[in-house]
């Protein structure tokens, strides 16, 4: 069997997704501990099996995550830095992926391969830097993007597994179980009993007193953990630009600001679900979360815009396949691609952190976002073919 020129082209994005993914994991074979926060990972592991403190409150820097993370970490963190490493990445590469070949799949048409392929390229920049460093973030991100899916289509069993898995990655995946519950109502209890099953599991492998004590920390931290331009920590959020100019927000300011887009996001995902075709909406839906969770989450880093790189250029994508979108698609695309570029050399990185990211999601998350109200307009053009239910 032959593959002609023009396959060939059609597959280049998922040749580099993957080998890029393979040279990975050859680097993490040749220094493990090079550029990876892993290891944090694995002191988190260690600290709970030698029962030991978890947080450093006053910092609210190191292990960021629940307990239950450090807990069903220590398989991993048996296996040593090698095995347990290259598990690790797989894990968090094959769910990503795996959510990616789903959407495209519901979308469905006659050039899945190319739309995926091309989707994968344009994300391959800003993502390969979080696939690199082993960031749970990557992990979180394709959890969430299945748990989309299995919430809209009513699949409770998928939708605690998914759910589970995304809140135990990072606790960020609240925003996208929230927005999960309102889309479905019926999927509340599920996902309130896949955080308690989180929150309970810690105490499967530890003593009650030392669990928590965890936790008090645990919860003191998230609530202290804002944007403080004094702390070791630097937000690229959106507030990240304007502290670059010597104007920063304040955190009242900035938490009314957070509040506003959450109910944007909000009623922009419930009017995607309504009026947005079935093949295109959890695209839509997941877009939209992913962008909050970037630009409005207070503790935003360059990693995490793995979150919305994925969705982004699936969508931007999907916009080649459209006619009469010659220029917009093409600034997008380049748009996206150079964002994750700018990490490459030392001194580019420099100048660009932190505000750069932040605003060239701003303008591709907004703009898909606008192109896909744009869609539900249209399609109330058209004639009434019956309702859908939702619910």
């Known amino acids: 069997m032959t593959i002609s020129k023009q396959q060939l082209f059609d597959r280049l994005g998922l040749i580099l997704w993957f080998g890029s993914f393979l040279i990975i994991m050859v680097m993490v074979w040749v220094s493990p501990n090079t550029r990876s926060v892993v290891g944090v990972y694995r002191n988190g592991s260690e600290a709970f099996v030698n029962l030991q403190p978890l947080y450093h ?20 963190l048996k296996l040593g830095p090698y095995v347990g490493d290259t598990l690790w990445r797989l894990l968090c590469f094959g769910v990503l992926t795996l959510a990616a070949v789903r959407q495209v799949r519901k979308i469905g048409g006659t050039n899945q391969v190319w739309l995926l392929s091309f989707g994968l390229f344009l994300a391959l920049p800003i993502a390969l830097g ?85 936790y008090r920390d645990f919860f003191h931290m998230l609530t202290s953990m804002a944007v403080d331009p004094t702390g070791p920590f630097v937000a690229t959020d959106f507030t990240a630009p304007f502290a670059t100019l010597g104007f ?41 979360a992913a962008f ?45 691609f150079i964002t994750g570029l700018t990490g490459i050399d030392r001194h580019v990185h420099e100048f660009f952190h932190p505000w750069h990211r932040s605003i060239s999601a701003t303008i591709f998350g907004c703009v898909m976002i606008g192109w896909f109200l744009a869609k539900t307009r249209a399609r109330e053009k058209l004639p009434n073919t019956g309702s859908v239910p939702h619910g």
């Open 130 to 214: 979080a696939i690199r460093n082993g960031q749970s973030t990557v992990l979180m991100t394709g959890a969430c993007w299945l748990l989309t899916f299995s919430a809209l289509e009513g699949r409770r069993a998928e939708t605690f597994l998914w759910a589970t898995l995304a809140i135990l990655a990072k606790p960020t995946a609240i925003i996208m179980l929230l927005l999960a519950g309102a889309l479905r109502p019926r999927s509340i209890p599920v996902l309130v009993l896949s955080v308690l099953f989180v929150l309970v599991v810690p105490y499967i492998f530890a003593p009650t007193a030392y669990v928590s004590d965890q």
């Open 57 to 76: 409150v006053e910092m609210a820097m190191g292990y960021l995550y629940a307990p239950a993370f450090a807990a069903l970490y220590v398989p991993l």
């Open 292 to 336: 909050y969770m970037c630009v409005f989450n207070p503790r935003v880093e360059p990693n995490t815009y793995v979150t919305i790189a994925v969705p982004a250029g699936l969508s931007i994508a999907l916009l080649w396949s459209e006619k009469g979108e010659g220029v917009l698609r093409w600034v997008l695309a380049i748009l996206i």
């Open 248 to 288: 920063p927000i304040p955190e009242f300011e900035a938490t009314i600001v957070r509040t506003v887009a959450g109910l944007l996001v909000l009623g922009a995902v419930l009017w995607f679900d309504r009026k947005l075709e079935p093949n295109l909406g959890s695209l839509a839906i997941f877009l939209t």
